[in-house]
């Protein structure tokens, strides 16, 4: 898809003319449309005044405007919700340009996260996961260029809005990548596959990668991996993605961890409930961010020296398969007595926090499809966040959430629940009993590690059963936006040292 700003409008009836409309910018338009649009188009109309609602305001239905009400209430998310709409009303009317008007954008205090928003919108909503269609050029979207006015738009031309532009671009391709990752079916999605995916994206983005094979983790000790892939004919995986560029604004890496469970049965705790399984290729979906978001920090350049730390395997009820009453080994010789196997990817997830204390970071960060607790808790629209982290980097993290609406909710990790993790036999279990799951889940994880960290739970955002506006049905690529956000934020402050 090309994605550009322009100074040109084509009269072609391939091209959909989108206005979107604030009180404020609608007389702009007389100075910026050509005169034949302009006059085709009753101001007056009452269609103009409704706010959210796409309308035809000519009768050319190639014309479309949707009101966004007032400058000062308009919102990054409501722009994303009525860019989709037109972008969506396009693709039925089997238009395969879009010219976008937006004058009232001149006057945003935010020119360059103003132009994020505009970069990435046309990837979020036009996504489609056609690969195994056979008749996937039918199926197609139409769009393929859009083309966001510029005049008028004098914020937009300026050096700091460009690059915002040229950043949403790598962002909405990259959260496309999670979505496809997630989407792709487990008998393709091994956890080798998924390792072989991040290296050719490694290559092809800027980023290097270095992939751990069995013999390698056999040799770390890596007990929570191995333990959980012994249930499986394929072996495991733990990959290590790095970006960092010459001259880096952090002399400690911020490492970002994955939850690679390509496909999980439950292994021996088999998921016994209806439908508990059909959307287990999901449970990779954490992988999928961390390796999204490094090939996005490495397309931008980002001055944050990155690693991306991916555990892979899936989770089987194989013949050797790790069993409830097991204690294994972690990589940090703590003794985790296993009482459930469906609790695996705190295994996995676990050997890899520990293995990060080797970098010295500054950060961590884990984000996982880990409960269904978390669910429970905060639905599907937020994300479950505990930290031990400061207060900077959690309200940062707050704030990233806000403003790509991926938003976060904060559990507690209050020393009491650790008491729920004790074991009779070792030095913890798995799981924590009937009661906060989510937060006893993090509380496992929190054992392993000894830096700041951010344990993010996005089992809920990150595979849906039905399309939410610009976050389509099955893989969302939850987590790529809100990371980016933080990181972009993170390395333009001047605290960072």
Not at 6 to 11: L, P, Q, Y
Not at 79 to 94: E, G, M, P, Q, V
Not at 296 to 302: D, R, Y
Not at 372 to 377: D, F, H, L, P, W
Request: with cysteine; net charge neutral.
């Amino acid at each position: 898809m090309e994605v550009k700003f322009t100074n040109k409008i084509k009269k072609d009836p391939k091209i959909l003319l989108g206005l979107l409309i604030t009180d404020e910018s609608a007389p702009l338009f007389k100075e910026i449309l050509p005169k034949p649009f302009y006059k085709a188009i009753d101001w007056d109309s009452e269609l103009l005044k409704k706010e959210d609602t796409l309308q035809h305001i000519t009768d050319s239905e190639k014309i479309l405007g949707i009101g966004l009400g007032k400058l000062e209430t308009l919102t990054y998310e409501k722009l994303r919700k009525s860019l989709h709409t037109l972008f969506t009303r396009a693709n039925a009317l089997k238009c395969s340009q879009v010219t976008v008007f937006f004058p009232g954008a001149a006057t945003f205090s935010t020119p360059n996260k103003l132009a994020r928003v505009l970069g990435e919108m046309p990837f979020l909503s036009n996504y489609q996961y056609l690969k195994y269609f056979s008749n996937a050029n039918e199926k197609k979207n139409t769009v393929e260029k859009v083309s966001y006015f510029m005049d008028g738009n004098k914020s937009l031309s300026s050096e700091d809005a460009t690059t915002g532009f040229l950043e949403g671009i790598a962002i909405g391709k990259a959260t496309c990548t999670a979505r496809d990752l997630v989407n792709d079916p487990p008998n393709q999605l091994t956890a080798t596959t998924l390792a072989t995916i991040a290296t050719q994206l490694g290559k092809t983005s800027g980023f290097s990668v270095e992939v751990l094979e069995k013999t390698k983790i056999e040799a770390l000790k890596m007990g929570g991996l191995l333990s959980v892939n012994r249930g499986s004919i394929q072996p495991p995986t733990f990959s290590i993605l790095e970006w960092k560029p010459k001259n880096p604004v952090n002399t400690q890496p911020i490492i970002l961890v994955g939850k690679g469970v390509t496909f999980d049965t439950g292994g021996l705790s088999l998921k016994p409930t209806p439908n508990s399984m059909d959307s287990m290729k999901c449970d990779m979906a954490g992988a999928a961010t961390v390796i999204a978001t490094l090939s996005a920090c490495a397309e931008i350049k980002i001055p944050l020296h990155i690693i991306g730390l991916v555990p892979a395997t899936d989770n089987r009820p194989g013949e050797d398969a790790y069993t409830p009453n097991d204690v294994i080994c972690m990589y940090n010789q703590t003794t985790v007595e296993v009482l459930n196997t469906d609790a695996e990817g705190r295994l996995i997830l676990a050997d890899a926090l520990a293995y990060a204390k080797q970098y010295n970071p500054k950060l961590v960060i884990d984000l996982a499809t880990l409960t269904g607790a978390a669910v429970v808790a905060v639905g599907v629209q937020g994300i479950a966040m505990m930290t031990n982290a400061s207060k900077n980097i959690k309200e940062a993290l707050l704030k990233a959430g806000e403003e790509s609406y991926e938003r976060l909710v904060e559990l507690p990790l209050w020393d009491e629940y650790k008491e729920l993790i004790k074991s009779d036999i070792a030095d913890i279990k798995n799981i924590g009993g009937p009661y906060a799951g989510a937060i006893t889940a993090g509380k496992f994880l929190e054992h392993f590690t000894s830096y700041p960290w951010v344990h993010l739970d996005i089992a809920g955002p990150a595979y849906l059963n039905a399309q939410d506006n610009y976050r389509p049905k099955n893989g969302t690529g939850t987590g790529v936006r809100l990371l980016m956000q933080f990181l972009l934020d993170h390395a333009t402050e001047p605290r960072n040292n």
